[in-house]
């Protein structure tokens, strides 16, 4: 019920990026599913603090229209995968998504999420902030990396990397 | 040929096709990056992002966040959490300025500097490349290295030469803060347009004129004393130079610049200061005043002299420090309360630009005193204490020689002398928001020129020569056709 208005809100988009055809290709298992809270044996993990020190047991997380699935990016599901490493397109079967990110648990109820996706990548801050909210409606703590005003074209993008503390509410 | 699709994704099919390295291939590349404080994009149009040509974005970050920018639609740069605030605030501090004479300097608010230092507020890039600049740092580092490659010894120096100034412990010209802030933003032209010249050397398929004089670290002793020493070193720079003995050097901006090739940066020092030699991450640069004395450009090229001698033949010390010139150290004059190494340099510059033996045909070619000395400092473009100096040195006796009650001499320089030195009064008009003095000249062309060869994007051009796009585009009007550049 959560990501109802976000979904009427925002719309589907088509991956912006095509890679390998591997990575268009579902996974049958491995994955979890964001907006059926409680979840079970997750990995904890980090976020990437900067250029040296990229993320720990980072999860990938996608909106699609009925759920959200997330896995953990290198996995023994990802094995077979370009360089063991899962895809946002490996959650939609590269068809159209909401929205699409990173994610590191920091307990099975609490998280921190980027918009980082080539793929399908937040459009503003408005939406990385509607799916915080909606996120916190699911019951879950959770804070994002925010949002590079500097960049790219006039709406910014997502970023990638954590230069402050961050407390999930 | 690089015949791999991600890079010819990066780069473009045709740059790779006639390229035989991916420095290369960086080099001939149409495509243009972004980068915020923390993130590089490839560029696609209209943007707010901070715009790096191919090559820089490939020199500056490698190839790998490049291709990740193909992927995953940007990549991380960021260097670490209180970037680039941390490494602005410790540079400030090591060179001793505060935070309020930044400000001023810069022309921002203390809270707006405060506010970088503290990585509070929106990142600014643009205004933190603008400070690391003025700081002598390399400014395409900031936010991606803690310390940006600053100089931590030229940082020290400065610091070194102000207290010793203060405290009177050395006889040293003393150092405001506005004068530090020229200095250190001199380091940070040293570096760029040395590393611009480089590029551009190899382009050209030559490599700088290399001088091969004797450095020395002889200040003279009773038999051998100071000036005869400073007297045989100007006689084999002139050899080196392939200047004949009685040849004037019509423009020591020219020596400088195109024959030897070492940064020579005009700018506003304490009006006491005639010039500096500096070394910045082990590169030399010869900074001259433009306030002062060194307005009348026959002490300007006295100032210019005196700081080649440091150049040439005292680079061992200035690697370890700093030298910076009063007028007092720079014009001729009986006061002996002067350093070793400026008392050597002093007797260069007047001999390096006026040879005696050449100075006494010239004086005695005239029926008058006043005739004789104004001719020598028509001929050798000097100044009247100079001439007078080298004149009375070119006899044999000194001391028994004596200028006899004179009359009026002017101190001031023709037109063609004015012209073949202070060239941007004729050059460039002074209009506001015109790129400052500190980043014309040789630079300028060179930052130009780089643009021209898709080294850098237009927009690093513009930082570089602190001007805004319409500013831009005049400068280049007028420097093109000056340089002989094409396909601008």
Known sequence: MSFVGYRIDFSMQPRAIKGDIEHDKPLATGIIDLEKPPLENVALGTPPQDRHKPGDNTYIWAILPSSIPSIKEKCAATQHLPDN???????????????????????????????ASGRYPPRSLEELEHIASSLRALGYKVAHLGWDIEADNIQGKAKRYQDKELICI | ??????????????????????????????????????????????????????????????????????TEGSSVIYGGRGEP?????????????????????????????????????????RLAERIAIQLGIDERFIAVEIGARGDAGFAAGLKQHKKDAETGEAIRAKLDGESLLSLSEAA?????????????????????????????????????????????????????????????????????????????IFTNLEKKIGGATIASNGLLGVVVNKAGENSNCLVQRMTIAHELCHYLYDNSTILEKIIIDSYNDIEPSSNKNILEIERRARAFAAEF??????????????????????????????????????????????????????????????????AAEIWWASYFLNDSGWPPCSRLGKFCELVIQAQNNNYISDETARIYLACDEDVYKRVKAQIVPAIGLSGL
């Open chain 2, 353 to 418: 630009l006026a040879p005696r033996e050449a100075v006494k045909d010239v004086f005695e070619s005239q029926n008058t005193q006043e005739e004789g000395i104004r001719r020598v400092m028509d001929v050798f473009s000097i100044s009247l204490s100079a001439a007078k100096h080298q004149i009375q040195f070119s006899f044999p006796e000194p001391q028994r020689f004596s200028f006899s009650r004179l009359g009026s001499i002017s101190t001031q320089p023709t037109q063609d002398q004015i």
């Open chain 2, 1 to 70: 040929m690089i015949d791999d699709p991600s890079f010819q994704k990066v780069f473009g099919a045709e740059a790779c096709l006639k390229a035989y390295s991916l420095n290369e291939a960086a080099k001939l590349s149409p495509q243009y990056f972004l980068r915020s404080t923390g993130q590089l994009y490839l560029y696609q149009g209209v943007s707010r992002g901070r715009k790096l040509s191919a090559y820089e974005a490939f020199e500056r970050f490698g190839i790998n966040p490049l291709l990740e920018t193909l």
């Open chain 1, 85 to 115: 490493v899962a895809k946002h397109t490996n959650l939609t079967g590269g068809c159209d998504a909401y929205c699409g990110g990173e994610l590191w648990f920091q307990n099975e109820k609490e998280f921190i999420f980027s918009g």
């Open chain 2, 85 to 125: 605030g941390t490494t602005l605030k410790k540079r400030r501090i090591d060179l001793d300025i505060s935070i309020d004479e930044l400000a001023a300097y810069i022309h921002e608010s203390p809270e707006t500097l405060q506010n970088i230092e503290d990585g509070e507020g929106d990142p600014n890039l």
């Open chain 2, 188 to 264: 940070w032209i040293v570096k760029t347009q040395m590393r611009l010249s480089n590029l551009l050397s190899k382009d050209k398929g030559m490599e700088r004129p290399s001088f091969a004089t004797p450095l020395t670290s002889f200040y003279g002793d009773k038999d051998y004393p100071a000036h005869e020493v400073a007297y045989d070193l100007a006689k084999h720079t002139r050899k080196q130079l392939n200047i004949a003995p009685h040849e004037p050097i019509l423009s020591m901006r020219d020596l400088c610049e195109n024959t030897i090739q070492f940064p020579l």
